[in-house]
């Protein structure tokens, strides 16, 4: 009578033998011809597994992952990123030498036993019996092969790793009964090119091909003897037996597997001898894996395309789905990003700022009519050591970027002027632009409630400028007083609308505040957002969502669906043409002269928030635009005032003095050697002789807010000067040593802005 266990029933030792003893009584060939049901094994016993016969018949094997490399347009190799660094060869691409050493050590009789090795495991349950535990296992390589597919599927979730290796009588009934499918369907060669490709070898390397890389710096097919037996012996315990930290535990390990290989008559015993006498020489390549390894600073880019790839449901219905099939790998991501463009962007962005400087810069170009992101950069690398940041500058909050973004200063002045022209407003309309004012009240909203000023004043950068003054000049000076005017004359809702059709949102995706202050600039943009919407005046008033990634292939070869830009018409092409306009006019002789293109038309504006914390650039040819901002890149504002930057000193950074400079020197050079394109101009009215008009300053009540004063000295930046925006909702991290900062709160109670 068997000894059973305490409570009853057999133990999963005692279970296992009366499997094998009533199988070989029913005259059942276990090695994969046919098992008896559930009840003939005694198996259905509560606690122990499912009935065999409900096990499902089909295992379904998941795709190995592997790495995915993300390309540029010309498809140049950005980075390569994985969730298991593996590449997936065939077993003519393996070593002979690898695949007789993993069977010598694994399962020497292979190619010999069905799924099942009956003579192995009556020998391991006698030793097991005899030793009363599992002193010795009986899975054959086709198993093992069962198991780590069970593994693969469970992924990065420890509860379904832990369930997928443990050891109990059902998970090995269930391996053995997918292990006679795989091997009716696939044969001895599939299961060994596939268990050679699936299998850990330590060091983050799964699969032969990444091992051989990782430790000897060579494909697999190029294995010797010593080294493929080194890394069959580490199948078994890559830890234990790793050989970069521990070379006498790796070498007796090896010399285990090359005695097994010269017992089984794969190699000589002289061949094992001379391979055993030779030293392990590791030529080890460290694993590159993420954004981190990526080429010409596209670090932040390539981490944006990743944030596209789990956000976007042309990849998957939910979040889950898609970061398993991103985490699963083997795509081949060819993106929009310009080798040239990204190249001119770090050159300048070099030649203007340093690394450790106390603020940073960030500058994004897209292609106008298409969407297409050609190059994104920024001072503090992407990393985690001191000066660099995982923050990407150039985004919103939602895809990595700062909590808020940076207030944008004058540089939202456009909008207003388009949404005016669009209303009916002449280009010509007068203002009396007076030098400060308290802001117009009430001013009518979206809804039914107007705004109401509570005392908040607003005043030009130098008191030279007063009006009255028509749009052209008023947009080359960046007069504060006339845009607040203008937009009090038409509302708020004309300016919130044409800036969400424009793809205008706060970096924090909170909605557009409806308040006349937005008119200088007072919420935090990204330079994306920014660059994208100045590209829908060069596109003649069509806006075109931005778009990274051009086209997807699957580990097959594959094409995968893929985002398209999205274009509309949402300004007429008069409106946009009128616009570019006023804009040449900024950087022909306004305050962003500094950053003029001389052998092209360009167009931009200038923008600098209070106490100088943020300072933008953005502008456009008729085939490019982009957007520069300069500016504190954490939790600490810092105000440009008598700062070095880039090794220059400034007393005061303006819009055009630093920013314009990066701009003007990173789209020259992305355009260098390509279409020379021009605007399609209109005539404007010029302002009316101040002489004759009022030009008096306003009278000073309630609360007053005061920008800083400009300077017009060259270098400093441009005529006028510039600054105003709030003084809040810098960034959050990208600070020195990488460190991440809490948010930052916005204070709606700080309004202004100029250029």
Not at 52 to 63: C, L, R
Not at 78 to 83: D, E, F, G, K
Not at 289 to 314: E, H, K, M, Q, W
Not at 368 to 377: C, E, F, Q, S, V
Request: proline share 6%.
């Amino acid at each position: 009578m068997p000894k059973k266990r305490s409570g009853g029933g057999l133990t999963g030792t005692q279970q296992a033998a009366k499997f094998l003893g009533v199988s070989a009584l029913a005259g059942v060939v276990l090695a994969g011809i046919a098992i008896p049901g559930a009840g003939v094994l005694g198996l259905a016993a509560k606690g122990t597994v499912d009935g065999f016969d409900e096990i499902p018949a089909n295992m379904k094997t998941p795709p190995l992952s592997q790495r995915t490399n993300i390309l540029d347009a010309e498809g140049g190799l950005i980075a390569t990123v994985y969730s298991r660094d593996r590449k997936v060869v065939p077993l003519t691409a393996i070593s002979p030498y690898m695949q007789k050493a993993i069977v010598a050590i694994e399962d020497s009789r292979f190619f010999e036993h069905g799924a099942i090795d009956v003579k192995g495991i009556l020998r391991a349950v006698n030793r097991n019996a005899q030793e009363g535990g599992a002193a010795q296992g009986a899975s054959t390589l086709t198993q093992q092969y069962v198991k780590n597919v069970f593994v693969e599927e469970a992924g990065d979730d420890p509860t379904k790793v832990a369930e997928a290796q443990q050891k109990s009588l059902g998970r090995k009934v269930r391996e053995l009964k997918y292990a006679i499918q795989v091997e009716e369907e696939l044969g001895k060669k599939k299961i060994l090119e596939n268990y050679l490709n699936i299998t850990f070898f330590g060091q983050q390397a799964y699969g032969i091909e990444s091992a051989s890389q990782r430790y000897f710096s060579k494909p697999a097919r190029d294995l010797t003897l010593a080294e493929s037996a080194l890394l069959a012996g580490l199948v078994q315990s890559p830890s234990r037996y790793d050989p970069v930290n521990d070379t006498e535990e790796a070498t007796k390990r090896r010399n285990t597997v090359l005695q097994r290989m010269a017992e089984v008559k794969d190699i000589s015993q002289a061949e094992a001898d001379a391979a055993k006498a030779t030293p392990i020489k590791l030529k080890v390549t460290k694993p590159k894996n993420g954004c981190i390894t990526a080429v010409s600073g596209a670090g932040f880019f390539c981490d944006y395309v990743r944030a596209v790839f789990l956000s976007n449901p042309v990849f998957g219905k939910t979040r889950e789905e898609r970061a398993k099939v991103w985490n699963r790998g083997g795509l081949t991501v060819r993106t929009t990003l310009d080798p040239q463009s990204q190249e001119s962007v770090n050159a300048s962005i070099k030649d203007h700022v340093n690394q450790d400087d106390k603020v940073a810069t960030a500058v994004t170009l897209v292609q106008p009519g298409t969407g297409r992101i050609l190059a994104m950069g920024q001072s503090k690398p992407y990393g985690f050591g001191t000066n660099e940041t995982q923050i990407n500058f150039s985004v919103d909050k939602r895809m990595g970027g700062s909590s808020f973004g940076f207030p944008t200063g004058s540089t939202f002045k456009p909008f207003v002027a388009a949404a005016a022209i669009e209303q009916g407003v002449s280009p010509g309309k007068v203002y009396a632009s007076p030098h400060d004012m308290p802001y117009p009240s009430p001013v009518q909203s979206c809804s039914d409630t107007p705004w109401i000023n509570t005392g908040d004043q607003v005043e030009n950068e130098s008191e030279s400028e007063v009006g009255p003054y028509a749009l052209r000049e008023a947009m080359a000076k960046s007069v504060n007083t006339y845009f607040v005017e203008m937009i009090s004359d038409i509302g708020l809702c004309p300016v919130t609308t044409m800036a969400k059709k424009l793809g205008v949102i706060p970096a924090n995706g909170e909605k557009l505040k409806e308040v006349p202050s937005i008119a200088l600039g007072t919420e935090g943009m990204s330079p994306l957002t920014m660059a994208n919407a100045y590209a829908t005046f060069a596109n003649r008033g069509t806006y075109c969502t931005p778009v990274a990634i051009e086209s997807i292939t699957d580990p097959h070869g594959k094409a995968i669906a893929v985002p398209k830009s999205r274009c509309d018409r949402v300004m007429s092409e008069k409106t946009a043409d009128t616009i570019n306009t006023l804009l040449r006019g900024v950087v022909d002789s306004g305050t962003g002269a500094q950053a003029g293109l001389s052998d092209r038309d360009s167009a931009g504006k200038t923008g600098t928030t209070d106490s100088r914390y943020n300072a933008w650039f953005v502008g456009y040819t008729p085939n490019m635009a982009g957007a520069t901002w300069v500016g504190s890149g954490g939790a600490k504002q810092i105000s440009m005032e008598n700062i070095y930057i880039g090794g220059q000193y400034y007393e005061k950074v303006y819009g055009g003095g630093v920013p314009g400079p990066i701009w003007r020197d990173a789209v020259s050079g992305a355009l260098a050697g390509r279409e020379v394109m021009q605007f399609v101009t209109v005539p404007l009215p010029e302002s009316p002789d101040p002489a004759g008009g009022s030009k008096g300053k306003g009278k000073n009540k309630g609360k007053k807010h005061k920008p800083g004063r400009g300077d017009d000295k060259p270098g400093r930046g441009g005529t006028g000067g510039d600054t105003g925006g709030t003084d809040s909702g810098g960034a959050d991290g990208g600070g020195d040593g990488g460190i991440t900062f809490p948010d930052l709160p916005t204070d709606p109670g700080l309004i202004g802005g100029t250029p």
